[in-house]
């Protein structure tokens, strides 16, 4: 399972975000319609070799491979691309394209790489399951569909583990529904991409098979998110901020078998815990390890339920609690898979000048630990002069320390000892002078604009927070 990155990393990457997030400069018009095969104006690249009008229904798999430029806005929503064309494979890349869409409300996997949308208009008159394949691809893809206004807080359903992809949703007529292949921590490549439609049952609640798939109503997998056949649950246990234990599932019920954001079946028991904030201020981490092979960790908000899945995809759930909001924690998986798993949950302080013991630890603002490189418990300082500030800081010679990148602000710290070159968890690691670079390992620091502090060997390169660079 995945796990999120070095957070000091996040922050020097937010610091570079123009350069990351920029449009597609191309600003190609793409094609104007469903693809007909020989395009007759410039498309970017079109290579069909034979008419394959849409979505025909007659099972063909032809190969499509356009290559029109994405046009994105850059702010976590996306345009459409290329019209989705069903039963037919489309042969495609991420690689040159910008990273819009980097995170979702479906899970808090780190998706940074390229990303590239397809449209799908449901002009039919009955409700169909759209489902989309990835294959082929060369590098870590994901699949995510979103809803009509294709936001990184629209997705319905994805997919997001490290080889062939698949991810399926009820489409009702007169609907658009977006298929995006996005890149997971920077990946970008080739891949092919398949849609496949079909009926569904339409009437839940009407002891009618409508589709003719032998189940009736809520035996069918196409009404697990309707009002009269969500899946509930109770909580086992209520835990709060510190909880660290063993448990396990088995003996448990199965009470939920389908999520929201899930098209794969979670039939084996589960384990819920409970858990509501006391305060806003502090960010959430919650870590499923030493888990039962097929076991998952899902985060349900303000309801018990199937339909109310808030976070997942991840061993290791981070997110700010709102204390108005229930959470229920649940450890699931399919058919097999009851067994022991261990279990912690972790709350830091982040309002650390509110008077407030966010995390219920004992502890209150710059008296916790978590507010040991917070802005309103350190002595800042200029990481740009020679003489930074910092010679007696708490007793003892300490050095200058990056704490925010934007703009670049020092704070001062008992100096590190590790060397130029070695490798640094948090910016204070570092011997005095350097930086915990984004790569994890300590640089000296310098002035483009002045040279002062300069470079005693290699030049002063840019780390994308100028003026502070590092020695390269």
């Not at 997705?155 to 698949?166: F, K, L, N, Q």
């Not at 300082?381 to 708490?394: E, S």
């Not at 570092?430 to 002062?452: E, F, M, R």
Request: hydrophobic share 35%; net charge negative.
């Amino acid at each position: 399972m995945r796990k999120n990155g070095h957070l000091f990393t996040s922050l020097l990457l937010l610091a570079t975000g123009v350069a990351l997030f920029a449009c597609d400069p191309s600003g190609s018009p793409g094609d104007a319609g469903m693809d007909g095969g020989a395009d007759s104006s410039v498309d970017g690249g079109d290579t069909d070799t034979q008419p394959d009008a849409g979505p025909d229904g007659s099972g063909e798999t032809d190969t499509d491979t356009d290559t029109d430029t994405t046009v994105l806005d850059g702010d976590g929503s996306c345009q459409m691309v290329e019209p989705a064309i069903v039963n037919t494979v489309m042969s495609d890349t991420t690689v040159g394209e910008p990273n819009d869409l980097f995170d979702y409300n479906c899970t808090a996997l780190d998706e940074s790489g390229s990303d590239l949308a397809y449209q799908f208009d449901h002009t039919g008159n009955v409700a169909i399951r759209l489902t989309a394949t990835l294959t082929n691809a060369t590098c870590d893809l994901d699949l995510f569909l979103l809803g009509e206004d294709c936001t990184k807080n629209s997705c319905v359903a994805y997919s997001a583990g490290t080889g062939d992809e698949s991810a399926a949703a009820i489409i009702q007529p007169s609907s658009t529904l977006f298929v995006v292949v996005d890149g997971y921590m920077g990946a970008a490549c080739s891949f092919d991409l398949l849609l496949t439609e079909e009926t569904v049952e339409v009437n839940c609640t009407g002891n009618i098979d409508d589709d003719g798939d032998g189940l009736t109503d809520c035996e069918d997998d196409d009404c697990v998110f309707e009002v009269d056949c969500i899946q509930s649950c109770a909580p086992d246990e209520t835990i709060t901020c510190g909880h660290m234990g063993s448990h396990t599932t088995a003996g448990f019920t199965n009470s939920i078998e389908i999520y929201s954001f899930y098209s794969t079946s979670l039939n084996g028991p589960e384990k819920v815990f409970a858990f509501t904030a006391s305060a806003t201020g502090t960010i959430l981490e919650a870590t499923l390890s030493n888990e039962t092979p097929g076991q998952e960790l899902l985060v349900l908000a303000d309801f018990c339920s199937s339909d109310a899945v808030a976070h997942a995809g991840s061993s290791t759930v981070e997110f700010a609690p709102d204390p108005a909001i229930s959470y229920f924690l649940v450890v699931d998986g399919p058919s097999g898979s009851a067994g022991p798993f261990e279990f912690q949950l972790t709350c830091r302080e982040t309002d650390c000048d509110d008077g407030l013991d966010n995390d219920d630890d004992g502890l209150t603002d710059c008296d916790d630990n978590d507010c040991e490189i917070d802005l309103s418990c350190v002595t800042t300082c200029d990481l740009l002069t020679a003489d930074a500030g910092c010679a007696v800081f708490d007793g003892g010679v300490s050095s200058c320390y990056l704490l925010d990148p934007d703009p670049p602000t020092g704070f001062c710290h008992p100096a590190g000892d590790a060397s130029v070159g070695d490798p640094c968890a948090a910016p204070y690691d570092c011997i005095a002078g350097a930086i915990c670079t984004p790569a994890d390992i300590c640089l000296i620091a310098c002035d483009l604009v002045d040279d002062v502090p300069g470079c005693a060997s290699g030049t002063c390169s840019s780390l994308g927070i100028d003026p502070l660079g590092i020695c390269w």
